[in-house]
């Protein structure tokens, strides 16, 4: 089996709800949002038999919204609903599912 699997990907977009394409929201939700539950979902009979750990890594934006940050929020919250699912689903199983929300951060 395997033991643990990380999801950190998130990629942002900024802009305004009115002027934000559909595509952009897209974007931001194939990788933040269905990468995280294609790759829970290919490595989770792996985790499961070894009664391993799924951390998902989200945002504090998932929680607390920004304005011109709803595409990435919009993501973020959609993991965290995932994993607070995930984590109810996989108890039986001895599966720790973990959330971790950093804050918002500048690089120097």
Do not use: H
């Not at 395997?2 to 305004?16: D, I, P, Q, R, Y």
């Not at 109810?88 to 918002?104: A, C, D, F, K, T």
């Amino acid at each position: 089996g395997l033991w643990g699997l990380v999801n950190n990907a998130g990629v942002s977009t900024f802009g305004e709800v009115e002027f934000v394409s559909l595509d952009n929201y897209k974007k931001v939700a194939e990788i933040n949002l269905w990468g995280t539950v294609r790759v829970t979902k290919a490595f989770l009979p792996l985790i499961r038999r070894a009664q391993g750990r799924v951390v998902n890594t989200t945002s504090m934006l998932g929680r607390m919204v920004s304005p011109s940050r709803s595409c990435y929020c919009i993501s973020k919250f959609g993991v965290a609903a995932f994993s607070d699912c995930l984590r109810q689903e996989m108890y039986r199983w001895g599966v720790r599912v973990i959330l971790i929300e950093p804050s918002n951060f500048v690089a120097a």
